[in-house]
């Protein structure tokens, strides 16, 4: 299959499929951080949404969309930020591409254009953190939880490697949580625009799952 991978400048999703002999490209307006700009389109991804692609799995920016920003919608909407993002968030959603996965936080989208198909954590794929991402899929299905450990309970039966996390106790739900160190580091030690970069990089479990049940 011919997919793209709209908005990933990490390439995680990218290189998951090319190791299933897929030929997977990555688009992005910053250059890549994978290590195979041969597979990389350093351009506006829609410039490149008519080029026969049999499959699309899309990261859209999620600042203007996102319930963690709610308190700036209000600005955003008189400055039209956030009428650009549910733009180029639609784009995607009418792209001319048969298979399409489209990833966002929980965020305006779900009531703006509708319900997402699926709710994915990176512990349903065997990674040991928090992150809530919605998916909107079209002639796709939903994904199987293919290495669910028990995050909450603490019997973590699969370790990522390298893994090194930041724990803490949701206020609201009195459920532990955790997240990669790496992800939590990044509200600390970078600019905003490090740290939106940083936190749009996908889980390698997740990836792993888009291409072994989707390619």
């Known amino acids: 299959m011919r997919v793209l991978l709209a908005c990933e400048e990490s390439q995680a999703v990218c290189i998951e499929f090319r190791k299933r002999g897929h030929e997977a490209y990555s688009c992005d307006i910053l250059p890549c951080s994978g290590g195979h700009p041969e597979w990389h389109i350093l351009d506006d991804v829609l410039k490149h949404l008519d080029d026969g692609w049999d499959m699309m799995i899309a990261f859209p920016p999620c600042t203007h969309l996102t319930v963690s920003g709610?308190?700036?919608?209000?600005q955003k909407k008189r400055d039209g930020r956030q009428q650009q993002?549910?733009?180029f968030f639609m784009a995607m959603v009418n792209a001319p591409i048969e298979k399409i996965a489209i990833e966002n936080p929980v965020g305006i989208m779900s009531s703006v254009y509708r319900k997402p198909d699926q709710i994915i954590q990176p512990w349903f794929f065997g990674d040991g953190y928090s992150k809530t991402t919605c998916l909107w899929l079209k002639n796709l299905p939903v994904l199987f939880?293919?290495?669910?450990?028990?995050?909450?309970?603490?019997k973590i039966t699969h370790v990522p490697v390298d893994d090194e996390w930041f724990e803490w106790v949701d206020k609201k739900t009195g459920k532990k949580k955790r997240q990669a160190m790496w992800y939590y580091?990044?509200?600390?030690?970078s600019?905003?625009?490090?740290?939106?970069?940083?936190?749009?990089?996908?889980?390698?479990?997740?990836?792993r799952a888009f291409a072994?049940?989707?390619g």
Do not use: C, P, Y
Request: hydrophobic content about 35%.
């Open 185 to 189: 580091k990044a509200f600390l030690n």
């Open 85 to 87: 993002g549910i733009d």
């Open 70 to 74: 709610a308190r700036h919608f209000e």
């Open 191 to 207: 600019s905003k625009e490090e740290r939106s970069v940083l936190r749009s990089k996908t889980f390698l479990g997740v990836a």
């Open 145 to 154: 939880h293919s290495k669910e450990i028990d995050l909450f309970n603490d």
């Open 212 to 214: 072994e049940q989707w």
